[in-house]
């Protein structure tokens, strides 16, 4: 996509969230417009058996290595993982 990742309401890249974190957002209205249909995939995804989904900027140069191979990442991971991420 075209912008760092999930942003909460403050503007801020929320990094990693469960499927039901995602829905939470939703819901509040957090996500809206636009990222829905993004969203919506990585949640579908997810939901029919990836591990993980990440929403990556794709204006970064290397973003995919840098999600891959860094401890930090870049964007936002979604996973079903009923564990705090």
Known sequence: TNIAGLMDK???VLTGLTTAQVDALITDGTIYGGMLPK???ALDAVQGGVGSAIIVDGRVPNAILLEIFT???VGTLITNSKQDI
Request: charged share 20%.
């Open 39 to 41: 969203i919506r995939c």
């Open 10 to 12: 403050a503007g801020n």
């Open 71 to 73: 401890d930090t990442g």
